[in-house]
């Protein structure tokens, strides 16, 4: 069965560092979205792109964050310069047929 | 905003116990709404989903049903597993003709299920 994945499972930075985050969506489907989830806390959204470009963000994503569809397959999320606060589990998920379907996350730990 | 509020966790039952999750919505218009369950070391996996108010949705002996009138998605199970210990998830994606939207999520309740 298709599935969503994301690498690394665990990325560990230190504060001011850049990081990109990687997603491989199913195979066409055409929206993509990521969320994050402070330990803790609930499953927030960030961003949603279709058509090579951004269709919805959250007040979260400020000009730290940027997503990108490079090459037609994976979908990356950039942190420009990591805060301590943007340690969390990361996940990205693609949509078909009004279901999301969801990759098994990326920690983020910034140190 | 959307908002959704499920019941404080952990929840801790014995297999074959009944389960209840509580969950309430507060949104616009007629949202969508979904239960996603995340087993250990995976990612959100969808279990089910109402489009509409009295539908119900059911899903590997799991049932909730959209209840308009009182903003409430519950999450039933007659008798629950061991295999069923995860995290439960509620959520919504607006109304207004599209679903292509953004979930937005409770904050989730711990199962777990002893032999």
């Known amino acids: 069965e298709p599935e969503v994945t994301q690498t690394p499972s665990h990325q560990v930075t230190q504060m001011g560092q850049e990081v990109i985050l990687r997603c491989v969506p199913i195979?066409?489907?055409?929206?993509f979205y990521w969320y994050r989830q402070i330990l803790g806390q609930k499953v927030e959204f960030l961003v949603s792109f279709y058509n090579n470009e951004i269709s919805e963000k959250s007040e979260i994503f400020d000009d730290q964050f940027s997503v990108e569809r490079p090459d037609g397959s994976n979908f990356t999320l950039k942190i420009r310069s990591t805060k301590l606060e943007d340690s969390a589990m990361y996940f990205c998920?693609?949509?078909?047929?009004?279901?999301?379907?969801f990759g098994a996350g990326t920690r983020l730990s910034v140190l | 905003g959307d908002s959704v509020t499920q019941m404080e966790g952990p929840v801790t039952l014995s297999e074959e116990a009944f389960l209840t999750i509580n969950c309430t919505y507060t949104a616009t218009g007629y949202p969508s709404l979904f239960w996603y369950v995340q087993y250990p070391g995976e990612g959100l996996q969808l279990l089910l989903k109402a489009t509409k108010a009295d539908d119900k949705g059911s899903n590997k002996g799991f049932e909730a049903t959209y209840r308009k009138e009182t903003t409430s998605f519950h999450l039933e199970k007659g008798s629950v597993q061991v295999s069923d210990s995860a995290v439960y998830f509620c959520a919504l994606t607006p109304g207004g003709g599209t679903s292509y939207g953004k979930l937005t999520f409770g904050q989730g309740t711990i199962l777990t299920v002893h032999p």
């Open positions: 998920a693609s949509l078909a047929k009004n279901i999301q379907y």
């Open positions: 195979s066409n489907h055409l929206y």
